[in-house]
T-cell receptor, first 110, second 115 residues
Framework: AQRVTQPEKLLSVFKGAPVELKCNYS??????LFWYVQYSRQRLQLLLR??SRESIKGFTADLNKGETSFHLKKPFAQEEDSAMYYC????????????FGKGTHLIIQP | DAGVIQSPRHEVTEMGQEVTLRCKPI?????LFWYRQTMMRGLELLIY????????DSGMPEDRFSAKMPNASFSTLKIQPSEPRDSAVYFC?????????????FGDGTRLSIL
């Protein structure tokens, strides 16, 4: 069975500091990995996906199959980055539900 | 497109009552998912449909939970009878992988409180 682990429930950093939200997964096949973000009082929305290899709002995430990780990084945190971040895995090429980690609450202090 | 629409946004009811949550997926999406979010367990997949047919309901916690999708534009998640431990935020999401690697689009969720 697949599993997604986000070891930090809460991460607090100062504005301008680097941010890294950890995500590890277990899955026997080739996973598709995503980061979703939920800002206060807003719906869950896609932040980025590993196959796109894109940078969204300054965030990047690299899939490391050797370490089975998909950590989310941003070099300089901004206050508007404060939100809940969920790492998610999809096994079926879009035809299965997502397996989510339990989320990390990121707080950016001024 | 207004996105995935869920109703009601909030529901407060007494234990033992029947609860019905509703979802309208994005037009043209052929997959619909129901998730539950709690502090203890995070986001869990309950059930999903493809072309209105339930594909995997292994995440449905008990027989008290049931979900239907009578047509491509509407789905319900029903809890009967409800219990306090069912209190959570329930999300509906839809997707259309047939058009490429599309991510799932989520609704605003229904915050359910069972007293």
């Amino acid at each position: 069975a697949q599993r997604v682990t986000q070891p930090e429930k809460l991460l607090s950093v100062f504005k301008g500091a680097p941010v890294e939200l950890k995500c590890n997964y277990s899955y026997s096949g080739s996973p598709e990995l995503f980061w979703y973000v939920q800002y206060s009082r807003q719906r869950l929305q896609l932040l980025l996906r590993h196959i796109s290899r894109e940078s969204i709002k300054g965030f990047t995430a690299d899939l490391n199959k050797g370490e089975t990780s998909f950590h989310l990084k941003k070099p300089f945190a901004q206050e508007e980055d404060s939100a809940m971040y969920y790492c998610a895995l999809e096994s079926g090429g879009g035809a299965d539900g997502l397996t989510f980690g339990k989320g990390t609450h990121l707080i950016i202090q001024p | 497109d207004a996105g995935v629409i869920q109703s009601p946004r909030h529901e407060v009811t007494e234990m033992g009552q029947e609860v019905t949550l509703r979802c309208k997926p994005i037009s043209g999406h052929d997959y619909l998912f129901w998730y539950r979010q709690t502090m203890m367990r995070g986001l869990e997949l309950l059930i999903y449909f493809n072309n209105n047919v339930p594909i995997d309901d292994s995440g449905m916690p008990e027989d008290r939970f049931s979900a239907k999708m009578p047509n491509a534009s509407f789905s319900t998640l029903k809890i009967q009878p409800s219990e306090p431990r069912d209190s959570a935020v329930y999300f509906c999401a839809s997707s259309s992988p047939g058009y490429g690697d599309q991510p799932q689009h989520f609704g605003d969720g229904t915050r359910l409180s069972i007293l």
